[in-house]
């Protein structure tokens, strides 16, 4: 019994120590704690083989230690978790194991109070197996032309390992590489399997046709969201932005735009840069140069106004995350979908109901969190350069008050160096509803910058829409 109410007070003084001295690896501990020599460590869940294995599917893992005998408690912060390959996985200081990559990695695990007590294990990490391969069902590609069969290979789950064999049948008409790039070699028809490697032996094969020339078959206008809109006289927006070419491998995937009738209601470039002259409508047409003979038509509405239509714009934040609110990858999660609304395009459907919402830097562990000092904004893009000189900002419908308190405005033409618009801008409680006054400005991107919030208040920041005009 004296052994065991000794090493109770292992928790307490590692506290202290810790509160004095933090958790240096090099402290030295006063404590005499020779008489626990006999005391044994092994990291809970590990097979026969002394072996933790996991799955990169579940990201993290929490270590938990089996201690003998087992009436000597100590605490997951007591201890020193070390991994000997840090490409394959990390460890925190609470015993978090972070994978990063199919692999195996020593994991050591030691008593801060004795560096005596201790266990090491090995830690494999397997692959995500692959359940299903989708590959397309046709390809078709030029000769002496390529394609890129590994980007269109969509695997179940997404997280799955994307590495195949590929082989030919007939690398006289087609060939491939390790890569996934076909090569067309001489018009004919053959095929590709594509192998997974991660010993789940699925495989597809896809017939390929490889031809002198793919001509494009559609031309595809953004007529659905341009149907029932007006655009506002003076606004200039890209149709080319929004046109799809089909295939997407055409041999000469170019269009060229002209006006077919509403001359003096509207302009067009040739490269499908729109331009609002006068109210009435306009039919552009849109034409393939590749002798396929291939057109489309769209009609647009132009009308007087103060507020630009927002149909054809497009909007990006400084932070992703898919349609899920799950991260990507490519920034920190910071806004979070909620329900039906809660996304950055949001802010440009005309529905005040419906809004962006960013997660506030002072609510950490909240679907992400960032830090206060990191930037915090969103850029329009309106397809085209368009003069302004005032803004709208509405929160949403539910408010009690403005929740972004101080924004600033940035423009570019390029969507890379921006330039000032106008700084530290402040937003009034109310109304819901705000307008702006603005220099007179042209600029195809608009930059909106975060720089004040309710710092008390709610989870997130909202905005229900944003937009700009000319008066």
Known sequence: MKKINQYWLIPAILLFMMGAGGCSDDYEYSSDYSSYENATLKVALVNEDNVLELNLING????????TPESLIIDPAAYIYKVSDETVATVDNEGTLTMLKEGETDLTVTFRGNHNLSTTCKVTIAPILTEALDVPELITVEEEKTYDLASNITVTPSQASHKFVYTSSDE??????ENGIVTGIKEGNASITVATTDGTNLTETIPVEVVGKIYITEIKLPTDKVSGKTFVVGQSFSLAAQTTIIPSNASEPVVTYSLKSG?????????????ALSAGSATILAEAQDDSGITAEITVTIGAGEWFERALWSIDTNFRSNAKGESTGEGVLNYVPDGSTGLPEHMLDGNASTYFALVKPEKGNYNGYVNRNTEHYFIVDMGAPCEFNEFKWRHRNTTRGMQVHNITLYGSNDGSSFEEIKANIDLAQSPVEQTFDLPLSTYRYIKAQFNEWDPVNNYNVTVAEFNVGKK
């Open 60 to 67: 993290t893992h929490t270590l938990t230690m089996e201690v």
């Open 263 to 275: 001359e003096g209601v509207a302009s067009v470039t040739e490269d499908g840069i729109v331009t």
């Open 172 to 177: 006289g008409v087609v060939m491939v590489d």
